[in-house]
């Protein structure tokens, strides 16, 4: 059994033959992981100004785009599950990779918590 935590990694597509893979799934599956990592990223820079700075803008700017970046990550949540039914082949891989945007929901509650007790 492989570690689950190679199915966050990118490359990894588990115990499927990659040359058989078709080429779009095999590159879709790298977005969850890089919009993950962009969303948290930018996300925690934005929170960590926020905490320094306390100006409002700052902030306000940190609260929507919290907000946004859940809108689209839950967006491709849905999208990558619709995904998982049409590639039926690969619905494990597809649900495992795309696990990683579930990660996100604690990080905006945590996020938007601290935010809205600032104001």
Do not use: C, W
Not at 6 to 20: A, I, L
Not at 35 to 49: D, E, K, Q, V
Not at 50 to 74: C, E, G, K, P
């Amino acid at each position: 059994m492989q570690p689950i935590l190679n199915y966050f990694n990118p490359k990894y597509m588990g115990n499927h033959d990659q040359e058989d893979m078709p080429v779009d799934l095999k590159n879709h599956l790298q977005l969850p992981f890089y919009l993950f990592t962009t969303s948290f990223s930018a996300g925690t820079l934005l929170m960590l100004l926020s905490v320094f700075t306390h100006a409002d803008d700052v902030m306000r700017v940190t609260l929507y785009f919290t907000m946004i970046a859940f809108l689209i990550n839950l967006i491709f949540l849905i999208l990558f599950i619709v995904y998982a039914l049409y590639y039926s082949g690969y619905t494990l891989l597809i649900l495992k990779k795309t696990s990683i945007l579930l990660l996100n929901i604690p990080v905006v509650i945590v996020y938007s918590f601290f935010i809205l007790q600032s104001f």
